[in-house]
Nanobody, 123 residues
């Protein structure tokens, strides 16, 4: 079992930046991809970004690809999501995920989930 622990959420003003991070307890063949989903109040959970941990290939949702960056630190088994030019519509609980394919964008395609960290963007 892989455990994921997120950190770095918080409150930021519109136009500001924030980085959320996630550390995995271990690496398995089913967790070579790590990434993020988010869920805003009253909305479905949506894909944000994913990265292939060994090679660094990344996939970002169209809604964030010009503002967010995903990176990884293999030594620390950590994935980071740097969020710039934040908007109120980015307000959500951000969930760290791990799976076997960084191209996956559906919730059911990821085997491991963190507890989530709240990101709130004030207008």
């Amino acid at each position: 079992q892989v455990q994921l622990v997120e950190s770095g959420g918080g409150l930021v003003q519109t136009g500001g930046s924030l980085t959320v991070s996630c550390v995995a307890s271990k690496r398995t063949i089913n967790s070579v991809a790590m990434g993020w989903f988010r869920q805003a109040p009253g909305k479905e959970r949506e894909f944000v970004a994913a990265i292939n941990m060994p090679f660094g290939s990344a996939n970002l949702a169209d809604s964030v690809k010009d503002r967010f960056t995903i990176s990884r630190d293999n030594d620390k088994n950590t994935v980071n999501l740097r969020m710039n030019s934040l908007k109120p519509e980015d307000t959500a609980v951000y969930y760290c995920v791990a799976g076997w394919n960084w191209r996956h964008t559906r919730t059911y395609q990821y085997d491991y989930w963190g507890q989530g960290t709240q990101v709130t963007v004030s207008s």
